[in-house]
């Protein structure tokens, strides 16, 4: 988490190269925590006691790679990752026995769908690249999907590169 405030003490001084770049590890560093807390619970005799840390991970996980994406100015991907950090922050609680109003009152998906929402409302996206071509291709409407797809490839190969965490 080291890296997020200082990410977000870069931000809040208009370094945006410095933030981003501090974003990137601190995703890329919240990953390599999970991806150690899914090693440690696949061993039977370590399972239960790893799976507290779980929920802030994965809530962390998504906030960050928002505030990245905004930083970036792609308002779509924003939405995306915290749509992405609800959906599984939801199922994680689910998981760890959270009912549905448990949930629904939880900090970090309460967080995430303001996000989102505030997201969409200031920027004026009803639905994203990605939702469109999910509704086209549901309708069968591949000549739209098609475009769509291309649209988004267009987008991605404009991106700058991104480290192996897929930030």
Known sequence: ??????????????????????????????????????????QPDKADGNTAL????LFDRARLAAQLRIS??????????AEQGVAELDAM????????????EDPGLVYLRKLSAQLRQEYGIARTLSEQLREAIDNEDFETAAELREELRRRQNRRPARDSAGE
């Open 1 to 42: 988490m080291a890296f997020a405030t200082v990410a977000e003490d870069a931000l809040r001084a208009n370094e945006q190269t410095a933030a981003r770049r501090l974003l990137r590890r601190a995703v890329a560093d919240v990953e390599t925590c999970l991806e150690d807390l899914r090693l440690l619970r696949a």
């Open 54 to 57: 779980l929920p802030t991970l």
């Open 72 to 81: 970036e100015g792609a308002f779509e991907e924003a939405i995306e990752r």
């Open 93 to 104: 609680l689910g998981e760890l026995g959270y009912d549905e109003a448990q949930r629904a």
